[in-house]
């Protein structure tokens, strides 16, 4: 009997499917893509970095720059693309490292030992020299934007390997890094990935890395564009989780900081981060004291414990103090009561704010705070030099704070309005000033 005459009508069914997908018809000419995945790399990394090494090895720094940027290199004769898409892993191993990297952090030269001079880790460790290896790799991102992710893939790969560099290499690469990020070419997650690096947090190593970094970093950039960068990555309450688990408190974080020349700008930002969320706290306890009539000593007191618990500074409380103030009253809708409210309100509680303005700063920020609250509040600025006045007579706000918030240290809104509003108190004080020279040189 024929094979087919034995089959069951299902293999006769599969076997006609199958044909029919054998025959497929093509059209003359057709060219069959290949699967990505089928497709064989001519060159792989090892090749690559043969490639790469000895070509900047024999270059100078704007020699390499532009042959890099060109992304082209002569072989046999032929011109031959460097194929940065599929290599980019190597390709910035080479940039920040200068050979690519093997496990333990085991930097590899070319065969015949060349390294790329112009990387980080081959650079020395000065800021110029720095900042122009970083500048390759950011002119390299320039010209191919499809490189931007893999900087940072790169970075987040290359700081795992920290204990497996010498101390002057993790210093650079800390410099390095502190410029990828000045020049936005990464973001700060490199940065949260080390908290998962628990033996070189527990060692210090990862600390002294990031103190480096923050030096750096905050050479070329502000510390409101450091703070912004790290709040967008969400680090802003987590800057401790650097430190070893026995150095993590308030104290150590803002010793460590203050500490370190360059970084007593970040010790205060710090502080400003871990008191936010204390100082709102504060400011609503206030105003349910002051609605529920709490003494002034009571008041005073809890303040006071707070304010030294969390080292907030004078100024920032002299703030909150008012917003306090000012959302303990149920304000009546006719201007007139509002203005008898707001004196009887004050008055009352001159000897609660003058305890918390000793210093010129703390009464120039209530100032301020007074005249951006009255801007927003209009009826407060007809007897926002009434307010000013209660508070010189109790000794809250002194001439010099009054002198120096009239001359510069006053809010742009609303200027004109409280300038004028207090030409006569500033005048007076002027006067005054005059007299008490004049009596005594008699």
């Not at 050979?99 to 110029?128: C, Q, R, V």
């Not at 002119?139 to 560099?165: D, N, P």
């Not at 989780?241 to 360059?262: A, Q």
């Amino acid at each position: 009997a024929h094979p087919a005459c034995s089959s069951s009508p299902v293999d006769f069914v599969e076997r006609a499917v199958m044909a029919q997908k054998a025959l497929k018809p093509v059209l003359e000419g057709q060219r069959l893509k290949a699967r990505k995945r089928d497709v064989k790399d001519k060159f792989d990394a090892t090749v690559f970095r043969e490639t790469l090494l000895p070509a900047l090895a024999a270059s100078e720094y704007d020699e390499a720059l532009k042959f890099l940027e060109k992304g082209e290199i002569i072989v046999d004769g032929q011109v031959e693309a460097l194929d940065y898409r599929t290599y980019a892993d190597a390709l910035f191993d080479i940039l920040i490292c200068g050979g690519t990297l093997a496990p333990g952090g085991i930097i590899t030269a070319s065969e015949d030992g060349s390294k790329n001079p112009f990387a980080a880790l081959e650079m020395e460790s000065d800021h110029e020299s720095q900042k122009r290896a970083a500048e390759v790799v950011r002119a390299l991102v320039r010209r191919y934007k499809y490189l931007q992710v893999s900087v940072e893939e790169s970075y987040t790969k290359i700081l795992k390997f920290l204990t497996g560099f010498r101390e002057d290499n993790v210093l650079k690469l800390a410099q390095s890094t502190a410029f990828m990020l000045a020049m936005n070419l990464i973001s700060t997650k490199p940065l949260a990935n080390m908290f998962e690096l628990h033996k070189m947090v527990e060692n210090g190593v990862v600390l002294k890395f990031v103190t480096t970094l923050f030096k750096t970093w905050l050479q070329v950039r502000s510390i409101q564009q450091v703070g912004a960068a790290l709040q967008k990555g969400r680090l802003e309450n987590s800057l401790q989780d650097f430190f070893p688990p026995s150095r993590r408190g308030l104290d150590d974080v803002i010793g460590h900081f203050r500490e370190t020349p360059g970084l007593g700008n970040l010790a205060k930002w710090y502080i400003a981060q871990q008191t936010a969320g204390v100082k709102l706290q504060l400011s609503a306890d206030v105003t349910k004291k002051l609605s529920e009539g709490a003494s002034q000593d009571e008041m005073i007191d809890m303040v006071r414990e707070v304010q030294i618990e969390n080292k907030i500074p004078e100024s920032h409380i002299a703030r909150l103090l008012w917003t306090a103030l000012m959302n303990a009253v149920e304000w009546n809708k006719k201007p007139e009561i509002v203005i008898e409210q707001a004196l009887r309100h004050v008055k009352a509680n001159l000897r609660l704010i003058s305890r918390f303005t000793k210093s010129d700063r703390a009464q120039v920020v209530l100032m301020i705070t007074m005249q951006e609250h009255a801007y927003q509040n209009q009826t407060f600025l007809k007897i926002f030099s009434r307010l000013c006045l209660l508070f010189y007579k109790a000794d809250a706000v002194g001439e010099d704070a009054i002198v120096e918030w009239y001359h510069k240290a006053h809010s742009q809104q609303g200027k004109s309005a409280f300038l004028q509003e207090m030409k006569p108190f500033a005048d007076w004080l002027a006067s005054a000033e005059v007299e008490d020279e004049t009596d005594s040189n008699a």
